[in-house]
C-alpha cells in the first residue's frame, strides 16, 4: 500500500508535494538543516534542545517536529504536537495504523506524506487517523527515518496544517541522516514525554501493580507479594489501564514504562 511518496532522484529545479499543484513559498532544507546540526552540535541540555527543534521547525515552515525512536515493541516519542492529540494519539493506539510510522519501519530513508494522498488511497482507518489529525492542524509532513541497530529506528518528522510544503531542492539524505543523529543523540536518554504523561495519574497502588505486571509477574503472585486480594490487583491493573487509554494490561505496562510513569 503506498500511501507516501518517495523523494524523487534529484534532479534540477525544485520540488513539491504534489507536482500538480504549484507552489508559492519555497523552503531551504538543506541550509536549515545544516544550521540544525550546528545548534545541536553544542552541549544543550534536554529543554534547549526541544526549543532548538522548534525553532527550526517554523524556520522551515512547519508547525511541528516530532522524534519517534522505535524500540521493538516499545517507542518513545518527544513533540510539541497539541497536548490534545497526543492524547488522542495514545488513546486510539494509533501507532499501529499511523502509515508515518509503517512508512518509516519499511520504507526510504526521506519521504514526504500528506492527508489528500490518504484520502484517495489508503484504508478506512488510515483514512480517519488523518481525519483526526487535521483537526489538530496536522495535514502533511516530511520525515526522515535511520536506523540505530538491532532493527531499532529513530524517525524525525516535520508536520503542517497545509495541504503541501514544498522545498526549494530535494533534501540531501546525509545531511539529513545527520542531522536526526544529532536529534536522537539529544533526546534519546529522555525518560519521558512530560507534556503527554502531565496529565496522567496513576494512584501508588495501581503504578505498583502494573510495575510488577510489567516485569512478568502473574495477578496472584502480584497479590501474594504486596499483601492484598487477587481481586484487588485486578481492579487496579483494570483502572490503570482505563486512565492509559490502553486495550489491555500489557499495552498499559508499555505506555506507562515510555511516558515514565512506572
Known amino acids: 500500500m503506498i500511501l507516501m511518496s518517495e523523494i524523487p532522484t534529484p534532479q534540477r529545479g525544485r520540488a513539491c508535494f504534489r507536482s500538480s499543484s504549484p507552489c508559492r513559498n519555497f523552503i531551504i532544507l538543506n541550509e536549515l538543516l545544516l544550521q540544525l546540526i550546528d545548534m545541536l ?26 522524534y519517534l525512536h522505535l524500540r521493538g515493541q516499545e517507542s518513545f516519542a518527544v513533540s510539541n504536537y497539541p497536548r490534545e492529540w497526543q492524547e488522542h494519539y495514545v488513546q486510539k493506539n494509533y501507532i499501529r495504523v499511523d502509515p508515518v510510522v509503517t512508512k518509516a519501519k519499511h520504507g526510504p530513508p526521506i519521504f514526504q ?17 488523518y481525519k483526526d489529525a487535521e483537526r489538530f492542524g496536522i495535514r502533511s509532513g516530511l520525515s526522515v527515518t535511520v536506523p540505530v541497530g538491532f532493527k531499532n529506528r529513530m524517525v524525525f518528522t516535520l508536520a503542517s496544517g497545509k495541504p503541501m510544503v514544498c522545498i526549494d531542492e530535494d ?92
Request: hydrophobic share 45%; proline share 4%.
Open 41 to 66: 552540535s553544542l552541549p544543550l541540555e534536554e529543554r534547549a534542545a526541544r526549543r532548538a527543534l522548534r525553532d527550526f521547525a517554523e524556520s522551515a515552515g512547519f508547525d511541528y517536529f516530532a
Open 113 to 129: 506524506w500528506s492527508a489528500d494522498e490518504a484520502r484517495r488511497i489508503g484504508r478506512l482507518d488510515v483514512r480517519q487517523f
Open 171 to 262: 533534501p540531501d539524505p546525509v545531511i539529513a541522516a545527520m542531522a536526526v543523529a544529532f536529534v536522537h543523540s539529544h533526546l534519546a536518554s529522555a525518560t519521558q514525554d512530560a507534556a503527554l504523561a502531565s496529565d496522567i495519574r496513576l494512584s501508588p497502588r495501581e503504578a505498583e501493580c502494573l510495575r510488577w505486571f510489567a516485569d512478568g509477574m502473574s495477578m496472584p503472585d502480584i497479590a501474594e507479594t504486596i499483601g492484598i486480594g487477587y481481586r484487588s490487583v485486578r481492579s487496579y491493573l483494570d483502572e490503570a489501564t482505563r486512565k492509559l487509554g490502553a486495550a489491555n494490561s500489557r499495552q498499559a505496562a508499555s505506555i506507562a514504562i515510555r511516558l515514565g510513569l512506572i
